[in-house]
């Protein structure tokens, strides 16, 4: 699965035999092949990721990725066994999720708020964690603020650029 031509198949097969034994090692390593790809393949982590490191936050990135393995594992296998079908792109974005959810307790809010031009406060831990899995579905710094802003309920308070084009946000 290393090059990416049998994570299709790896899929169909959790899809189609999820309920047998080896579906937790079809599962396992999918899984670590998802959570890898986050870096080439999903455009809200890469936001994420280079938002977190132009705040200057430190976080032990690969840590944080062996992390949110085993949790895509039991995501994955949990899917197959009740919602069926996954498509890549969902199995994908399930990774990215994790993956925010596996880095949120190693980065700083404050500095990634006040990063994004918005409204600094004090967060819990949990939704600090639904901050930045929010945040993943952004593509774009912009929206990235946005999400992360709704998800605390935090205002904008001002950015070296504008946030938003002319005219308020767009749709």
């Given amino acids: 699965m290393g090059d990416g031509r049998l994570v299709g198949d790896a899929l169909r097969h959790l899809h189609t035999r999820g309920d047998e034994p ?30 977190v490191l132009d705040s200057g936050a430190e976080a032990p990135w690969e840590k944080c990725a062996r992390r949110a393995v085993p949790h895509v594992t039991e995501d994955l296998l949990h899917l197959a066994r009740t919602a069926g079908r996954t498509p890549l792109a969902g199995a994908q974005h399930l990774a990215a999720r994790r993956r925010a959810e596996a880095l949120a307790p190693y980065v700083d809010a404050a500095l990634v708020l006040k990063e994004l031009g918005l409204a600094r406060r004090v967060v819990s831990d949990e939704e600090w964690a ?18 992360i802003a709704g998800a605390l309920d935090v205002d904008v308070v001002g950015t070296q650029e504008p946030l938003f084009a002319a005219g308020g946000p767009s749709a």
Avoid: K, N, P
């Fill in 22 to 51: 080896d579906s937790d090692l079809v599962a396992r390593e999918l899984a670590f092949f998802l959570v890898a790809r986050c870096e080439a393949r999903h455009a809200g982590w890469r936001t994420l990721r280079q938002v």
């Fill in 130 to 147: 639904a901050a930045l899995i929010a945040g993943v579905e952004a593509r774009s710094r912009e929206r990235l603020a946005r999400e």
